[in-house]
């Protein structure tokens, strides 16, 4: 399979605690995205970067969330100092840049459950 | 600012009735449209989009059409399968720098049979 692929698919951990998720984007693609979904609710964009430069980060919840992508080609996100509010599904997604719209393709994501 | 409005779900219907998901986005200049599905368990698929006003997509028995008049990008089937549960995002993108995706909350379908 060569689609999206994040680790862990689940992840529990208590307040306080920083939990880093990691992402594979499909091989070819330029473009990598994070997005968080709470329940009953639409993905809402955190970051994204152009090969390795995080081209858009001002989405980012709060200066505990952070994200690399060292060598444009995996990410990570890092949450430090979880919070209950941090419990959400965080999703990734890449695409290839081609003319005014790329279109996005999505991982399953990692849930988290913070205690 | 840009967003996305669907109805509110859940939606149930029984097999082989005709399914519309209403779809509005307020945004200025001329976003890319898109419907997202996520079946149980799964991650979100991309269903189909549309890059221009009047474009229509299509795929699975799906289809939508980009109306700038109305702002809207409603999806419609003509005869829904239990296979179709789902859940399903609309979503607008306006490309290039821009780099990212504005959902809509999401209506959950589920299909009797």
């Known amino acids: 399979d060569t689609g999206v692929s994040q680790d862990p698919r689940h992840k529990i951990t208590k307040r306080g605690q920083n939990v880093t998720f990691r992402c594979d984007p499909i091989?070819?693609?330029?473009?990598l995205y994070w997005y968080r979904q709470t329940l009953g609710q639409g993905p809402e964009f955190l970051t994204y970067?152009?090969?390795?430069?995080?081209?858009?980060k001002s989405r980012l919840l709060s200066d505990r969330f952070s994200a690399e992508r060292p060598k444009g080609s995996f990410s990570t996100l890092e949450i430090q100092r979880t919070e209950q509010g941090d419990s959400a599904m965080y999703l990734c997604a890449s695409s290839l840049t081609s003319g005014n719209t790329d279109t996005q393709y999505f991982g399953p994501g990692t849930r988290l459950t913070v205690l | 600012g840009n967003s996305v409005t669907q109805m509110e779900g859940p939606v149930t219907l029984s097999e082989e009735a005709f399914l519309t998901i209403n779809c509005t986005y307020t945004a200025t200049g001329y976003p890319s449209l898109f419907w997202y599905v996520q079946y149980p368990g799964e991650g979100l698929q991309l269903l189909l989009k549309a890059t221009k006003a009047d474009d229509k997509g299509s795929n699975k028995g799906f289809e939508a059409t980009y109306r700038k008049e109305t702002t809207s990008f409603h999806l419609e089937k003509g005869s829904v399968q239990v296979s179709d549960s789902a859940v399903y995002f609309c979503a607008l993108d306006y490309g290039g720098s821009q780099g990212n995706l504005i959902f809509g909350k999401g209506t959950k379908l589920s299909v009797k049979p």
């Open positions: 970067f152009q090969n390795e430069a995080q081209l858009e």
């Open positions: 091989s070819e693609h330029n473009r």
